[in-house]
C-alpha cells in the first residue's frame, strides 16, 4: 500500500467513526469483531498492527508491562511467543493472569483483553518456531532473555557459537521458548467518538457464551 492509498483508506475509514456501535446483541462474538477490527488496521497501513501492550503481575501482585506481538487469534484466544526464562514468563507462571491492550490511533480504536494465560503446546510453538527466519531461530538459542548481559560482545559470542553449532542442518526448538494463550473472560472495545463521548462496548464470558453491554466513556 503506497502513502497515498494509505491516507484515502484512513479517511475513508474516519467517516465512520462517529457511528459507534450498534446496541448490544448477545449472539455477537468479540473474536469475530477483534478480527474485523485487525483487518480494518491492516488496510489502513498501520504499522505492525499486532503489535500489544502484554500486562503481567509478580506473585506479590508487582505489575509490569511490555510489548510483544500478536502471533495468532482464534476463539480461544491470543498467542504470543518468549523465552520462557524471562521475566515476563516468570511472572506468568507464578501468577497466570494477563491484560493486553491493541491500540490503533489513527482509527481511534483500542481493543482490551483480560485473562488466564496457559501454554500453548509444544507441538504448535515448534511449527511457529520453524516458520521464523534462521536468524530469529539462532537469536532464541544466544539470547538468556531478562538476564544480566556483561556487553553486547558476550551477546555476538553466543550468536556465533550458536550459529557454528547449528551449521550443518536444522535448528530444533529450545526447550525454554515457546508460546502462551491469553484466553479471555473480558474484552473491551472502545472506538473514539466526538467531543471524547466515545463508544465502550464490553464482552464477559458467561458460561460457554459471552454477555455484552456498554459502559459510559
Known amino acids: 500500500m503506497t502513502i497515498l492509498e494509505g ?10 467513526v462517529s457511528v459507534g456501535f450498534a446496541e448490544p446483541d448477545d449472539r455477537a462474538q468479540p473474536f469475530d469483531l477483534f478480527r474485523s477490527w485487525y483487518r480494518d488496521a491492516e488496510r489502513a497501513g498501520i504499522l505492525m498492527p499486532e503489535a ?5 503481575a509478580s506473585a506479590e501482585a508487582a505489575p509490569s508491562a511490555r510489548m510483544v506481538l500478536l502471533k495468532e487469534v482464534d476463539d480461544t484466544g491470543f498467542v504470543f511467543y518468549t523465552n ?3 521475566r515476563k514468563a516468570g511472572e506468568l507462571d507464578a501468577n497466570p493472569r494477563a491484560a493486553l491492550v491493541f491500540h490503533w490511533t489513527f482509527l481511534q480504536r483500542q481493543v482490551r483483553v483480560e485473562g488466564r ?10 511449527a ?16 538468556r532473555q531478562s538476564r544480566l548481559l556483561s556487553g553486547r560482545a558476550e551477546l555476538e559470542e553466543a550468536v556465533a557459537r550458536y550459529e557454528r553449532e547449528f551449521s550443518g542442518g536444522d535448528i530444533p526448538l529450545p526447550e525454554t521458548w515457546g508460546g502462551y494463550r491469553v484466553v479471555p473472560h ?11 463521548l466515545h463508544d465502550r462496548l464490553v464482552f464477559e464470558r458467561e458460561g460457554s457464551g459471552w454477555s455484552t453491554h456498554r459502559l459510559y466513556p
Open 128 to 143: 511457529y518456531f520453524d516458520s521464523r527466519p534462521r536468524g530469529s531461530r539462532i537469536g532464541a538459542w544466544a539470547s
Open 117 to 126: 494465560v496457559e501454554r500453548v503446546d509444544r507441538e504448535t510453538s515448534k
Open 84 to 86: 520462557y526464562e524471562s
Open 52 to 56: 500489544m501492550t502484554l500486562a503481567t
Open 186 to 196: 473480558r474484552i473491551e472495545f472502545w472506538q473514539g467518538r466526538l467531543f471524547r
Open 7 to 16: 491516507i484515502r483508506a484512513l479517511w475513508t475509514m474516519s467517516r465512520g
